[in-house]
């Protein structure tokens, strides 16, 4: 590994900061501006399960709503009419 001078060493030092600047360098290279949207895309496109299963939850709901909604209405109409007929209107 050495030749006699100590220049070995110096040799691997020297690859071994290269190789870290390499490294370095193409860490923070600089990002064009399609980058951002292609991250954003995937982020959405990972996150469409959850989204979709969380819209069919809410749809769900509003017809447990809609129908309790339209049973009261039905029963208010009842009750509506029977007052109607116990006063004689």
Known sequence: ???GNGNGVAIWIGVG???IS???ALTYRKKDRWSGARNISRRV?????????TTRDLAERIG????????????VSELWSHGRKLLGV
């Not at 496109?45 to 299963?53: D, P």
């Not at 447990?64 to 029963?75: F, G, L, N, Q, W």
């Open 1 to 3: 590994m050495t030749n």
């Open 17 to 19: 900061v290269a190789g």
């Open 64 to 75: 447990i709503i809609y129908e309790e909604s339209r049973k009261v209405a039905d029963d």
């Open 45 to 53: 496109a990972e996150g469409t399960g959850g989204l979709a299963a």
């Open 22 to 24: 390499v490294a370095l």
